[in-house]
């Protein structure tokens, strides 16, 4: 199983930055994919920004140029620098990861997803 945790959101005025952290814990065959994600409210939960299994980088354009994200620690922690933050970026900030939980899941392609409990952010002035 693997646990993931965030840490980070908290109150800005507008043009501020925040810095969220995750840290992944547990085990599994292999994580593929981690990342960042975001719902506000009244609206579908969308990505922010996220390493591909390739270790490419996808951003949302709505953060691209703004947000930066990254890892540390040997990959157990993964961050999400926010700067200039925008009243449009309030919403609760979720950490993301998918993989196999165990050589048999790997062999039938059979994905798992695991979610933080999320961390709010919110930019107002």
């Known amino acids: 199983q693997v646990h993931l945790v965030e840490s980070g959101g908290g109150l800005v005025q507008p043009g501020g930055s925040l810095r969220l952290s995750c840290v992944v814990s547990?085990?599994?065959?292999?994580?593929?994919?981690t990342g960042w994600y975001r719902q506000a409210p009244g609206k579908e939960r969308e990505l922010v920004a996220a390493?591909?299994?390739?270790?490419?980088?996808n951003y949302a354009d709505a953060v691209r140029g703004r947000f930066t994200i990254s890892r540390g620690g040997a990959k157990n922690t993964l961050f999400l620098q926010m700067d200039i933050l925008k009243p449009e970026d309030t919403a609760v900030y979720y950490c993301?990861?998918?993989?196999?939980?165990?050589?048999?899941?790997?062999?039938?392609?059979?994905?798992?997803?695991?979610w933080g409990q999320g961390t709010q952010v919110t930019v107002s002035s």
């Open positions: 547990g085990s599994a065959y292999s994580i593929k994919t």
């Open positions: 390493f591909t299994s390739t270790d490419s980088i």
């Open positions: 993301n990861a998918r993989g196999f939980r165990s050589l048999y899941d790997y062999r039938r392609r059979y994905e798992s997803e695991y």
